[in-house]
Structure formats: C-alpha cells, structure tokens
C-alpha cells in the first residue's frame, strides 16, 4: 500500500491509499510510527479518502497509533471515512474513541495549511 | 440445493496473498452481479479468515491455505476457507469479540465478529494441531431478470 505523509506544524496527515489489510499495515506501521516519535505531533491525521479496502488488520493499525499518540497527550481524527469502511470501524466501536469525519469535511488545522 | 458453479483455490499462507485470495472469491462471485456492498462484505470476510491462518494456523511456518466456493441456485454463496495448522482450542471462546491470542501484533480479537456481521452464517470446525475450517454463507440479494 502507498500512503503519503506531510507536516504541516503541529499536525501530521496520512493519506492512506489503496487496500489496508495485514499485508500492507504491517509496512505502513514502522514508517509511521518513526515519524510520530521523532516529529511528536500534536495532531494525527488519517485520511481514508483513497482506500478501497480494509480489514480488522486495520482496526489493529488505528488502535495501534492511537495509542502512542496518546501516551504525549496528541489527538487523532479519521478523516473521508466511507459508509463501508465505518462499518468495519463500528465494529471495534472506534467512533467512541477517536473523531470519525464522513465526508470531505476539513478541520481547522489542516485547512489552515491549505492557504 | 443444486450447486450451480464451483471454484477451488490453493496457496501459501504469505501475506502477500491475502490481496490475491480475496480478489480471486470476489471475481468469482462476480457471475452473480452482486451489488458494491455485497462484494466489499465478501472480500472483508474472506480476509480476515485467509489472514487468521496466516497470522495464527501458521504463526512461525508457512502451509497451505485452501478455498473452496460454491454458489447455490438459490444465490447462496458458500465460502470454505481451511488449513492445516495449530487448531483452534476453544472455538466459542476464540469467537468472542475482542479475544485474541496475539494482542502484542496489534491484532484486536475482531476478526470473527467482522466475518459474522458481514455474513449470514459463521461456521468454525477446529482440531488442536490438525487445522482450522471457517464455513462462510452469504445469500446475494435477488436481481431483476433482464433478457
Ligand atoms: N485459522 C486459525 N488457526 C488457529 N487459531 C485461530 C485461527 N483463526 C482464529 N484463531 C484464534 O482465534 C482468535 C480470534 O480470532 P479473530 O480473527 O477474531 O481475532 P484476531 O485474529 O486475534 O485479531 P484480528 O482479527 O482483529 O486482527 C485468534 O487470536 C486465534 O487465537
Ligand atoms: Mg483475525
């Protein structure tokens, strides 16, 4: 799975794309989980906008980030959730503990970036 | 019920299969003219039965994984996904949501209850250190005939 990664001051955003299965979460996790410990950003963004496919290797992948953002007091927010892939999400009830955005909905701190 | 078409599928359990064994189930399936959700349910299921006999049947090997679909006339799909690994001990318990007995691989215990909500039925036979077979049924929506 591609995924890209950009800072913008205190956030940083994911854009995961294609399929999130065991497979692909297994490469994904280490480059991620670099980048958050060296930058610690206060915000975490995924964006889900171009995946097509997840499983609970995925479930896996959010709790895993979650929990390390949260050990410094950093937030994450799920972003351009599909109706399918929160269906997998409701599942693991992911949207009592982290912030689900359905649609194209752009938060403050990503669209002051955006300028 | 009369079989109507049938597929049978062989691999090994690596990971990089796990994208090729859901494909594969879902283009068969696609004769049927399932509807999106329909096809994204199966492909979920099958993935996350495929990846348990990755990460846990073969946990420190590599076996074989084996598929066998069936489509019935009655638009039932059957979905047979077997191995030959460490079998399952307790299978009620195994099918708990939030069990798991490899929470240190980020693995959340969700798996069987993912292939439960997105399937009619979930059958699991299990033999400690002879294998593991997860039954899966889905019947597709009725289509309108065109000629
Ligand atoms: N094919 C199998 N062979 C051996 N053990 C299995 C098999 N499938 C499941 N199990 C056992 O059942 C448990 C529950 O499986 P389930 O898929 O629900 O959760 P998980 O794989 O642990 O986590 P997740 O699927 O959320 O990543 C596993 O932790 C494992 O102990
Ligand atoms: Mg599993």
New binding site residues.
């Given amino acids: 799975m591609l995924s890209k990664i950009s800072f913008d001051e205190n956030t940083m955003t994911v854009n995961f794309m294609g399929d999130i299965d065991?497979h692909s979460s297994r490469q994904i996790r280490g480059e991620v989980d670099k980048l958050i410990l060296e930058k610690m950003p206060k915000h975490l963004i995924f964006d889900f906008k171009e995946v097509s496919f997840m499983?609970?290797?995925g479930?896996?992948l959010i709790m895993g980030r979650y929990k390390l953002i949260n050990e410094y007091g950093g937030g994450l927010e799920l972003l351009n959730v599909s109706p399918y892939l929160k269906k997998v999400m409701k599942i693991?009830g992911l949207e009592s503990i982290v912030k689900i955005s359905n649609a194209e909905q752009i938060t403050t701190s990503q669209s002051e970036g955006l300028n | 019920m009369k079989t109507q078409n049938e597929m049978k599928l062989t691999f090994q359990s690596l990971s990089v299969n796990e994208g090729f064994a859901r494909s594969a189930v879902a283009s068969f399936i696609s004769m049927l003219d399932p509807t999106v959700s329909e096809i994204a349910d199966i492909k979920t299921a099958v993935s996350?039965?495929v990846?348990?006999?990755i990460?846990?049947?073969?946990?420190d090997s590599v076996g074989v994984i084996y598929i066998h679909t069936k489509i019935l006339e009655d638009r039932r799909v059957l979905i047979k996904?077997r191995?030959r690994?460490?079998?399952?001990?307790d299978?009620e318990?195994?099918?708990?949501?939030l069990?798991?007995?490899?929470?240190e691989?980020?693995?959340?215990?969700?798996?069987?209850?993912?292939?439960q909500s997105f399937c009619d039925k979930v059958k699991?036979k299990?033999k400690l250190n002879k294998?593991?077979s997860?039954l899966l049924e889905k019947r597709l929506s009725q289509k309108e005939k065109i000629k």
């Fill in positions: 065991h499983d609970s290797s479930i896996g693991a | 996350e039965a990846t348990n006999c990460v846990h049947a073969y946990r996904i191995d690994g460490c079998g399952i001990e299978v318990k195994a099918m708990e949501p069990f798991t007995t490899q929470s691989n980020e693995r959340s215990g969700l798996g069987f209850s993912v292939m699991v299990s294998g593991t997860v």
